[in-house]
C-alpha cells in the first residue's frame, strides 16, 4: 500500500462563511497531507481557498495504484463537503490528480 497526496480542486459557488470552512477542515482532519513527509516539508495545507472563491482540498490516501487513490480522494473529499453542509451544487468538485506519493509516514 502507497500514501499519495492527492489534490482536489473545486469551486464554491456562493463563497464560503468562516464556520462552514471551519467544519470542512475539521472533516478532513483524517487526511491532512502534513502526516507525510512531502506535505510536511511544502507545508501543504488539507484546505486553501483563493480570493475567486476556487479552492484546493490536499489530502492524504493509502491505496495500490494511483486511480484508486484519485477515486478514494474524490470520495473523502465529497464526504467531507457534505458534513459541512454543501452539496454538488454550492461546492462542485474538479478531477482529482496525485499531487506526490509518500511511502513512509512520520
Known sequence: MTTYVISVPGTFTAGI???????????LRPADPHG??????????????????????????????????????????GDALRD????ERSAPLGPAVVTGIDSEIR
Open 84 to 87: 459541512a453542509g454543501l452539496d
Open 17 to 27: 462563511g468562516t464556520d462552514t470552512r471551519t467544519r470542512l477542515a475539521r472533516a
Open 36 to 77: 507525510t513527509r512531502m506535505g510536511n516539508a511544502e507545508d501543504l495545507d488539507v484546505l486553501s481557498v483563493n480570493d475567486d472563491n476556487t479552492f484546493t482540498l490536499r489530502l492524504t490516501v493509502d491505496a495500490d495504484t494511483r486511480p484508486h487513490a484519485e477515486e478514494a480522494a474524490r470520495r473523502l473529499a
